[in-house]
């Protein structure tokens, strides 16, 4: 039944595994023996595809806020960066650099090493 139905449906098909407690094969018979309706079966598919979407937009969701947290991460290391070079150019050492940019000291060690 899946393998015709598509992916949405596999999709429908999985959550409703999930949500009975019910195992692959338990679920397929009670749709086969209940589900003779085609308007019914068109109204899963329709489901299927409202989850499909929802289930799309949430990852898109979540993806531009990992961007956005990751942009900011980068944004606050290369400004930790700028101040270390210019801390360690007047002549302080690591130890006294990584306090004053938050950053600990092995974390700025590997920064720095990086950017050489």
């Known amino acids: 039944m899946t393998g015709s139905a598509g992916p949405r449906f596999r999709q429908v098909l999985l959550y409703l595994l999930y949500a ?3 195992t692959r094969e338990e679920l397929r018979e009670k749709i086969q023996s209940e589900v003779t309706d085609q308007v019914l079966r068109e ?3 329709s489901t299927a595809q409202l989850l499909k ?4 937009q949430e990852g ?3 993806g531009m806020q990992a961007g956005i947290q990751e942009g900011l991460r980068k ?3 290369k400004e930790a ?3 270390a070079r210019r801390l360690l150019a007047i ?3 690591l130890e006294e650099i990584a306090p004053i940019v938050d950053f600990p000291l092995a974390e700025l060690q590997a920064l720095l090493a990086r950017e050489d």
């Open 91 to 93: 002549g302080m050492t």
């Open 81 to 83: 960066l700028l101040v």
């Open 53 to 56: 979407m929802e289930g799309h």
């Open 60 to 62: 898109l969701q979540e």
């Open 43 to 45: 109204d899963i598919m």
């Open 75 to 77: 944004g606050r290391q």
């Open 20 to 22: 009975a407690g019910l």
